[in-house]
């Protein structure tokens, strides 16, 4: 299972959570929903637990191009006991 957790200096962009929200709704049989209403839920649901917003000027290691992210979230395994 995945989940978010806060830490210091790692990002999270939209783009990856949008994907791995995806990937949870297919797997679900759920209707997948477009990219502007994730970012709606998602930039709620993270303000309201984390206090954090969603930036535009977060820049990727990889491509140095600026995305939609936040700062001090990084998505991680996490192992549920049976």
């Not at 995945?2 to 209707?31: E, V």
């Not at 309201?48 to 990084?74: I, M, P």
């Amino acid at each position: 299972m995945t989940r978010l957790s806060a830490i210091l200096g790692q990002t999270l962009t939209l783009k990856c959570a949008y994907d791995l929200f995806c990937q949870f709704l297919k797997q679900k049989n759920m209707s997948v929903l477009t990219r502007p209403e994730v970012k709606v839920m998602l930039g709620e649901l993270i303000r309201e637990q984390y206090g954090l917003g969603l930036r535009n000027d977060l820049v990727s290691v990889e491509s140095q191009v600026q995305q939609c992210g936040w700062k001090g979230l990084k998505l991680g395994e996490v192992q549920v006991d049976a």
